[in-house]
């Protein structure tokens, strides 16, 4: 049973469009959660991090809502540029972010010039 | 979908000992294979990439005799913590994919939690 979800495994924006990432969870322990960025052949990269007394947190051209009420978070990047075409993972973890975590599958975001 | 399990889920050992983590893709076969450990709220560290049949590439800063890493085959990589420390526990999660170098989709294992006595 898939605790996060990414139901969407490809997505194609183009480039200066808003890119909107979106990850579903079932566990209601959960209270801290990260996206992670991978490019081909490397490892994935730590991007953004919410924790549920949040709802919003932005860094730059990131910005990750969580829902809680409907255990939804999205990873939203306006711009969107090219460099940002990669692998997003949306992962889950509880007791702060203390416990280990749990991915999604990950959703391809490509960025057309 | 694909799926990568590793065991044990949490292993508890004395300070000293060795630990073995195994990683496995139950339906694809696993070309490369990633080792990461996890710290609280903080970014995964990658450890180690794994090609099958070939020595693990293990990144800067990490004891490759301290954490040993075999592939030996498409299905299974393992973990091993030897002369374990405190400082060692931690959760260890690896990633598996069907692409040389991990190019292609990568399926995340459960995580192995680590504690060190």
């Known amino acids: 049973d898939q605790q996060v979800k990414q139901n969407s495994p490809s997505l194609s924006v183009q480039e200066g469009r808003i890119s909107i990432l979106n990850c579903d969870y079932t566990n209601s322990m959960f209270d801290y959660f990260l996206w992670y960025k991978k490019y081909p052949a490397e490892g994935p990269t730590f991007l953004i991090s919410i924790s549920s007394i949040k709802d919003k947190n932005e860094d730059g051209r990131f910005t990750v809502f969580l829902n809680k009420s409907a255990k939804h978070l999205s990873l939203h990047i306006v711009p969107s540029q090219p460099g940002d075409s990669a692998v997003y993972f949306c992962?889950?973890?509880?007791?702060?972010?203390?416990?280990?975590?749990?991915f999604g599958k990950g959703t391809k975001l490509t960025v057309n010039p | 979908g694909a799926v990568v399990s590793q065991h044990p889920s949490w292993v508890i050992c004395k300070s000293g000992t060795s630990v073995k983590i195994e990683c496995r893709s139950l339906?694809?076969?696993?070309?490369?294979m990633f080792w990461y450990r996890q710290f609280p709220k903080q970014s995964l560290m990658l450890m180690a990439t794994?090609?099958?049949?070939?020595?693990?590439?293990?990144e800067q800063g990490v004891e490759k005799d301290k954490f040993l890493i075999n592939h030996a085959s498409l299905t299974l990589s393992t973990l091993t913590v030897t002369s374990a420390h405190p400082e060692d526990s931690s959760f260890y999660i690896c990633?598996?994919?069907?692409?040389?170098?991990?190019?292609?989709?990568?399926?995340f294992g459960e995580g192995s939690r680590l504690t060190v006595l």
């Open positions: 992962a889950a973890s509880s007791q702060g972010g203390s416990e280990k975590l749990v």
């Open positions: 990633s598996a994919s069907w692409a040389v170098g991990g190019t292609g989709e990568l399926f």
């Open positions: 339906d694809f076969q696993a070309t490369t």
């Open positions: 794994s090609n099958e049949g070939s020595k693990a590439t293990y």
